[in-house]
């Protein structure tokens, strides 16, 4: 099996797909404000994933969460969260439960956040940690890893 955080964003967006057209429970955020925060949220996301690629490609290391990385970035939108991309995957997701009006798939949100913390963030971390030291240490202290 393929355990890479789009496949699960993609999964989690699936079961809130679903659940808005066959139980939606008659629960609603409400159309013009739900629909314009969403669309915020799900762009805000793709720009940031996006940048933080882009970074990691100019600073020449890998994207792929399993892998050693070459070296620690620190630069960009990495200055802002130790882990860019898959805040902008959390945005996209709750971007899209509130477009959908898919008020029940909230509790998606943090299964997804613990999910990514425990499966991909934590042994990420260990692997910095392990390879780059007192700079990942230093870096930890004055980066959140979310915000």
Same mark, same amino acid.
Request: proline content about 4%.
């Given at each position: 099996m393929l355990d890479l955080p789009p496949l699960w964003l993609l999964s989690c967006l699936c079961l809130a797909?679903?659940?808005?057209d066959l139980l939606p429970l008659? @629960? +609603?955020?409400?159309?013009?404000?739900?629909?314009? @925060? +969403?669309g915020l949220l799900v762009g805000g996301g793709v720009l940031l994933a996006a940048l933080a690629l882009l970074e990691l490609r100019r600073q020449r290391t890998t994207f792929m969460p399993h892998e050693e990385p070459d070296r620690l970035v620190t630069s960009g939108v990495f200055r802002l969260s130790r882990n860019?991309?898959?805040?902008g995957d959390v945005m996209i997701l709750a971007g899209f439960i509130l477009y959908w009006d898919a008020v029940p798939s909230l509790v998606l949100l943090p299964i997804y956040v613990w999910l990514l913390e425990k499966r991909f963030i934590v042994p990420e971390e260990g692997r910095l940690r392990r390879k780059f030291l007192?700079?990942?240490?230093?870096?930890?202290k004055q980066t959140r890893r979310w915000l």
């Open positions: 797909w679903v659940q808005k008659g @629960l +609603g955020f409400g159309s013009v404000w739900a629909d314009l @925060l +969403g860019p991309i898959y805040l007192a700079e990942f240490r230093k870096y930890e």
